[in-house]
């Protein structure tokens, strides 16, 4: 079956180290984006990408960079890891000819900086 | 500013019972708006969205404008109901970004 899928599942860092989440779909979707969940917060969209050229910054951009590395590979990076950014994040993909909202979810990654 | 409200963080109900997960929203336009749901050890997923008019096991919400809300329904609760639930809000007619509400865990005891 078609999914989406990220690396790794569980990580702990400490601060200052840099980290690479990575997220795989094999959807053939052209949408890409990475959330953060926090308890109390719900998910909050960190950056998000339309196609291989295009990325675009969310809600809380603002420690973290992404690339697009190609259609089905979106790739998250924590320059510098600092407490406050321990979170599950997800990454989602959706599918412009579908129709939109439709986002399809991996199964997270729960980050942990010491 | 576009934002989804969902006031109550726990709501326990017992199999049988009615549900209603309140949601709201604020966004001068017009809305579209769904409900996610994440069951246990699962990922998120996506239960409804208004413009399809549809019931998925059992649940159902209504766009009410006036009100600004999206309050998903169920007649009677079942114990595989159990999950967390998110209301959230498509604001931006040229993207798919989806701003969601804090979430909502419901809890059904047999």
């Known amino acids: 079956d078609a999914d989406v899928t990220q690396t790794p599942r569980n990580r702990i860092t400490k601060t200052g180290k840099r980290i690479m989440l990575e997220c795989s779909q094999t959807?053939?979707?052209?949408?890409m984006y990475w959330y953060r969940q926090d308890p109390g917060l719900g998910l909050r969209l960190i950056y998000y990408s339309f196609d291989v050229k295009d990325i675009n910054k969310g809600e809380i951009s603002d420690g973290y960079s992404v690339s697009r590395q190609a259609q089905a590979k979106f790739s998250l990076s924590l320059e510098s890891a600092i407490p406050n950014q321990t979170a599950l994040y997800f990454c989602?993909?959706?599918?412009?000819?579908?129709?939109?909202?439709?986002?399809?979810f991996g199964p997270g990654t729960r980050l942990l900086v010491l | 500013a576009q934002r989804v409200t969902q006031p109550e963080k726990l709501l326990s109900v017992f199999k049988g019972a009615p549900v209603e997960l309140k949601c709201n929203y604020s966004?001068?336009?017009?809305?579209?708006l769904f409900w996610y749901v994440q069951y246990s050890r699962q990922r998120l997923q996506l239960l409804l969205r208004?413009?399809s008019r549809e019931s998925i096991k059992g649940f159902t919400a209504d766009l009410n404008k006036g009100e600004t809300s999206f309050h998903l329904k169920k007649p009677f609760a079942q114990e595989e109901d159990s999950a967390m639930y998110y209301c959230a809000l498509s604001a931006d007619y040229n993207t798919d970004k989806l701003i969601f509400g804090t979430g909502t865990r419901l809890q059904v005891f047999p």
């Open positions: 966004y001068s336009g017009s809305p579209e």
């Open positions: 989602a993909t959706s599918d412009t000819a579908s129709g939109k909202e439709t986002q399809y």
């Open positions: 959807k053939g979707h052209d949408r």
């Open positions: 208004h413009i």
